[in-house]
């Protein structure tokens, strides 16, 4: 078992603006033709040796408008971060049905932990952050996405590359029953974590029933990255099943996909009718009602997301 690891921020961390009043303007990045801006008040920041991390209040999400940003790029707030954690860890749980194991790659914010915890089977969550300051920074300025995911003893923090946990892994035959890409974006220092050599090597820690969840980005404006993703996913899994939902804080519609050599699509079908699904607790976005119209891609989109299934 991997060892726990503190994640109270260091002393030489200090807030830059904790009780700024004065709004300032935060581009936003949306693929390499577009972008647009939030009005936020800082609240946090630090570079650490790996990325820029802020935190700032942006007053368009009201109350619920804490959010962060890694490298300029906005990763979630507390009033649509459930969308995107939910959206990858409960249709894909549900559908394994006894799900276990889980591994989050990525995941400092504890968001994908809290949701993966929501569900009873799961005994165990190991959380592979390469940034130790990014949940330090989470726990003092944002709690509430974490949501206690960390203090769980179901919960292990793992503090390095995911790749070298992925590796040792393999290397130890340890086997997950699901597999969440929580990752920043597969244009950056992840990219090297969305091609089919990275999938093929997750797969192969994979148990029966076994699958992975991960983000696409978003398929009007990053429709190249998107495909090249789903292309590699094909390569290495039987069945592709990509899923759209909108989120706020990214500005568009954003695409999602889970993938696995053992569940079919008749698997995720079926969920409408699980007794599980209406038995979790405290989710927000996904319900029973909804599943059917996050897998029920646009004709628009078809080029981009399509095939589906098997």
């Known amino acids: 078992m991997p060892e726990k690891h503190d994640t109270s921020a260091s002393q030489s961390d200090a807030p830059t603006a904790s ?3 004065l709004t300032t303007s935060y581009p936003a990045p949306l693929g390499p033709w577009a972008g647009y801006t939030f009005a936020a008040m800082p609240v946090y920041a630090t570079s650490s040796p790996h990325q820029r991390i802020e ?3 942006l007053p368009a999400f009201g109350e619920l408008g804490r959010a962060y940003r890694l490298d300029g790029r906005f990763m979630a707030s507390l009033a649509d971060a459930h969308i995107c954690h939910e959206c990858m860890v409960h249709p894909l749980l549900l559908a394994h049905g ?3 194991r889980v ?7 504890g968001g994908s932990a809290r949701e993966a915890l929501r ?7 190991v959380v592979a952050e390469l940034d130790a300051q990014v949940p330090a920074a989470i726990l003092r300025h944002i ?9 769980d003893p179901r919960t292990t923090l793992v503090i390095g590359d995911a790749r070298d946990l992925v590796d040792a892994a393999r290397a130890n035959g340890e086997q997950f029953d699901a597999i969440v890409f929580d990752l920043t974006e597969a244009d950056g220092d992840a990219a090297s974590l969305h091609d089919a050599a990275f999938f093929a090597k997750v797969r192969d820690l994979l148990g029966p029933r076994g699958g992975i969840a991960l983000q696409l980005g978003a398929p009007w404006f990053e429709g190249t990255q ?12 039987a069945c592709v099943l990509p899923m759209t939902t909108y989120v706020p804080l990214y500005g568009t519609q954003w695409a999602l996909a889970i993938a696995s050599n053992s569940l079919t699509a008749r698997d995720f079908d079926a969920l409408t009718a699980n007794p599980s699904v209406t038995a979790l607790q405290g989710v927000r976005h996904y319900s029973p009602s909804r599943h059917a119209a996050l897998f029920d891609i646009p004709p ?9 299934g098997p």
């Open 98 to 100: 006894n799900a276990q």
């Open 55 to 57: 935190i700032v209040d």
């Open 226 to 237: 998107v495909r090249r993703m789903l292309d590699a996913l094909h390569s290495v899994f």
């Open 143 to 151: 709690p509430a996405l974490a949501n206690g995911a960390f203090d």
């Open 19 to 21: 009780s700024a009043k």
């Open 119 to 125: 569900h009873a089977c799961v005994r165990e969550v």
């Open 103 to 109: 591994l989050i790659l990525g995941g400092g914010d």
């Open 300 to 308: 628009e989109l078809s080029v981009i997301l399509g095939p589906i």
